[in-house]
């Protein structure tokens, strides 16, 4: 008797062993020898940085089901190439992770591929002839949608409706600046809307008016809630289509999963995220469509949803879509002059900015989250919205007591002193967005002042220095998606037109950049177990780049993308 027992359990687990990898089963399980399996793909003869601390760089890596099964050098992991085995000889290129952009707005960002597109645009006729452009394509009465403007680009001045009035007799126009907190409408809009010389401002919200009173055309933040019920609500088909466009750029540039954010804009419905989440995450999973993987997160207002939600069915859906958080609006920014700060705009002596969510309202609300153990993010740009977060976060904490709870602040843009070492000393996450730097260094000087703009602005060197996790992202459509574009950002702080580095004691290494663009992005998500590093076990996503030479990457930053593989499959090109 003792030896059948003895001898069901040696096969129940050997048979253990050899099918561990087949699934999606605990770390330390998948780190065992895996006697007998062949890999189906085997990368070698490369330099990979692996983003794990306990072996940074191997040559060679074996993937097996689109997991990573060993990571080393070639003649460790040989034994597992059998007669079904594809081997990828990478002769010599660098290879890292899949970047994950830890703040995007997806399907917003597809959309605007198709709409009114204003980036970059650095003259004011320019402005109008594109959309006198989109006006010839038009049909009358339906809506002229887009964005991206930044009226930094020629000079300051802000865009009113009758620039573009003349052209837009017929058709309704609101065109988003490129920070998402101010859009511009044309009269047609503004009568559709009822928004007239006698409304007064909603709270976290401006209406800009002309010498007159008379609004005209701006509206900031939450004054954007007046106009956004009166667009069309985009079509099922139009968002699913915009999604795949937004996929298919995410993998040219390396991006193999995002934090995504929603089409949730300050003043837009909340219901956005969740209709995407079944009308097109959830369609594109069923069919096998989805190329990318998504962390998703909410307005704070829908918690009770999403706790519902998770408690229903986990965090994970399937491999490709998880459930993240809430988020939440401290203040707007600095380019719509409503981040908030402690001292006034240059110029403005009235001018501190806005605070958009009442903090008694939001500390509730923040407090519930916690309490059922969501995950919590809020944007905060200004130094006063940075510290109002920091305060609240501490309350909170103080309140429910210490865990593992990951709270983020999103862009913390402008700190004032002491807030670098709170958000060590608190675990908070700072998800950051280099590129935004390339259009404020300008901007920030004129708004705040040189000593102001240099002593608090994107602190990313002092941050890591104070035990803070940064996670970097693009805040697509705000600017690009391009994570290689971001590191090198982060490596230089040269702005456009700018010989010389913007505060250069800020500046990042590169290892602490791809290191904020993958395993710590995938910390700030709760998904480090499987995602952020080529390390056993974790997902086979990663990216070759068309460098060969680590120390020319170290030193320059330049490098472009190959090919991009999920789970082990080559998704680009």
Known sequence: MNRAIIFSATIIVALSICLIPLFNLPQQWLNLES??????????????????????????????????????????????????????????????????????????GGLQMKRVELHGVDRKDEFVRRVKEAVRNSKEDTWLLGGGWNNDLWGGELPVAYWIDDITPYNPVWLIRMDGHMGLANSVALKLAG???????????????????????????????????????VSVDERREAFLGATNLALRRGVTSVVDFGRYLPGASVEHSWEDLSDVYQWADSLGKMRIRLCLFFSIETRSRLFEL??????????????????????GSLGSSSALFYETYIGEPQNFGLQVTDIKSLFNMTLESDKVGLQVAIHAIGDKANDMILDMYESVVSTTGKRDRRFRIEHAQHLAPGAVF???????????????????????????????????????????????????????????????????????????????????????SLKDAIIAHTISAAYACFLDDDLGSLSSGKFADFVILSTNSWDDFEVEGYASVEATYVAGSQAYP
Do not use: C
């Open 35 to 108: 006697r007998g399996l062949m890999a189906d793909l085997i990368v070698k003869n490369g330099v990979i940085f692996t983003s794990d601390a306990s072996l940074p760089f191997a040559d060679s890596m074996a993937v097996l089901n689109g997991r990573i099964l060993r990571v080393g050098n070639y003649s460790a992991l040989k034994d597992l190439a059998g007669d079904k085995t594809r081997e990828l000889d990478l002769e010599g290129k660098v290879v890292v992770p899949g970047f994950i952009d830890s703040h995007v707005h997806l399907i917003w």
């Open 195 to 233: 928004i007239h010389n006698l409304l007064e401002d909603p709270n976290g919200g401006t209406i800009l008016r002309s010498a007159h009173g008379e609004p005209n055309g701006l509206l900031i933040d939450a004054a954007m809630k007046l106009i956004l019920p009166w667009i069309p609500e």
């Open 310 to 331: 998770i408690t229903k069915t986990g965090r994970a859906l399937s491999d490709w879509i998880y459930l993240g958080g809430v988020k939440a609006f401290a203040d």
């Open 422 to 508: 709170r958000f060590g000393e608190h675990g908070i996450i700072a998800s950051v967005q280099p590129d935004h730097l390339l259009d404020d260094a300008d901007s920030a000087t004129k708004k705040l002042g040189v000593d102001r703009a240099q002593k608090g602005s994107y602190k990313f060197r002092s941050l890591l220095a104070s035990n803070t996790r940064l996670a970097l992202g693009s805040d697509w459509p705000v600017t690009n998606i391009n994570p290689l574009g971001s590191i090198r950002t982060a490596m230089k702080r040269i702005p456009p037109g700018w010989e010389n580095a913007w505060v250069p004691s800020e500046r990042l």
